[in-house]
Nanobody
């Protein structure tokens, strides 16, 4: 089992920045991928940034150049630095791990970008 806890969401103005963090605990080994998804009201959940075990990172086209995913293995923490935020970035952001054939999700953290 893997437990994920996000933090760092909040209200920010257009053009501002936020940093989301996800702390993982439990059986954290053989991780195939980890990353961030988001879900805006009335929309499907979408991938924002995914990091794979081989080092490859994929970003959604809508966030390329503005968001950066990173991890700190020593602290079992994954982060998402979000810059130049736009109103369309408003959503609940979820931390995600794919571990040994199972997917795990955090509880979500709200990000609201006001214009």
């Amino acid at each position: 089992q893997v437990q994920l806890v996000e933090s760092g969401g909040g209200l920010v103005q257009v053009g501002g920045s936020l940093r989301l963090s996800c702390v993982a605990s439990g059986s954290i080994f053989n991780i195939y991928s980890m990353g961030w998804y988001r879900q805006a009201p009335g929309k499907q959940r979408e991938s924002v940034a995914l990091m794979y075990s081989g080092g490859r990172i994929n970003y959604a086209n809508s966030v390329k150049g503005r968001f950066t995913i990173s991890r700190d293995n020593a602290k079992n923490t994954m982060s998402l630095q979000m810059n130049s935020l736009k109103p369309e970035d408003t959503a609940v952001y979820y931390c995600y791990y794919w571990v040994r054939g199972n997917d795990y999700w955090g509880q979500g953290t709200q990000v609201t970008v006001s214009s």
